[in-house]
T-cell receptor, first 112, second 111 residues
Framework: GAGVSQSPSNKVTEKGKDVELRCDPI?????LYWYRQSLGQGLEFLIY????????KSGLPSDRFSAERTGGSVSTLTIQRTQQEDSAVYLC??????????FGPGTRLLVL | RKEVEQDPGPFNVPEGATVAFNCTYS??????FFWYRQDCRKEPKLLMS???SGNEDGRFTAQLNRASQYISLLIRDSKLSDSATYLC????????????FGAGTRLAVHP
């Protein structure tokens, strides 16, 4: 079946611009996660959605970062006023609760 | 101190070699343990879960030592296709599956 999909696969933007990253989870997966992988670093948890519960935003690095999940399915991660240190691969994962997380291919973001 | 620490490598080994990776975690409340594999410019994929009793999946053996807070992965009879970065991952108790990743250990298997 279809896996997690993310778009765009690559994004180049100028410092100070806003960007939106999209994640389509696997159908039937109620849990959705965003992670960030900076060059040479491990994956860093950003935010978690589970059903209709309030999201866990504890990993968001600053208030320039926000995320939504509409209708319990598609999620968008928005970064406002991008900075060069935001350059990274942004990975989305989904799962059934308590089960294995499946990752999407990621969005490579480069802030010039 | 990082929550999950790994030797970044790279480990350069010939085909057929046995190679072992270790990982340490700092939070004694860690509950679940995994090894993920990540190929270059690809997403991480679950390789195997790690259980206290140790577990094996073909050429791969994982061990967990809760007292010392370390996890190991042993790969026997290395194949060229095993070349990848191996990520040590833990989750904390009392919550959902928020994954905490090590930075990874790079393995290069050569002919």
């Amino acid at each position: 079946g279809a896996g997690v999909s993310q778009s765009p696969s690559n994004k180049v933007t100028e410092k100070g611009k806003d960007v939106e990253l999209r994640c389509d989870p696997i159908s039937g997966h109620t849990a959705l996660y965003w992670y960030r992988q900076s060059l040479g670093q491990g994956l860093e948890f950003l935010i978690y959605f589970q059903g209709n519960s309030a999201p866990d935003k504890s990993g968001l690095p600053s208030d320039r970062f926000s995320a939504e999940r509409t209708g319990g399915s598609v999620s968008t991660l928005t970064i406002q006023r991008t900075q060069q240190e935001d350059s990274a691969v942004y990975l989305c994962a989904s799962s059934r609760v308590g089960e294995t997380q499946y990752f999407g291919p990621g969005t490579r973001l480069l802030v010039l | 101190r990082k929550e999950v620490e790994q030797d970044p490598g790279p480990f350069n080994v010939p085909e057929g070699a046995t190679v072992a990776f270790n990982c340490t975690y700092s939070n004694s409340a860690s509950q679940s343990f995994f090894w993920y594999r990540q190929d270059c410019r690809k997403e991480p994929k679950l390789l195997m879960s790690v259980y206290s009793s140790g577990n094996e999946d073909g050429r791969f053996t994982a061990q967990l030592n809760r007292a010392s807070q370390y996890i190991s992965l042993l790969i026997r009879d290395s194949k060229l296709s095993d070349s990848a970065t191996y990520l040590c991952v833990v989750t904390l108790s009392g919550g959902y599956n928020k994954l905490i990743f090590g930075a990874g250990t790079r393995l290069a298997v050569h002919p």
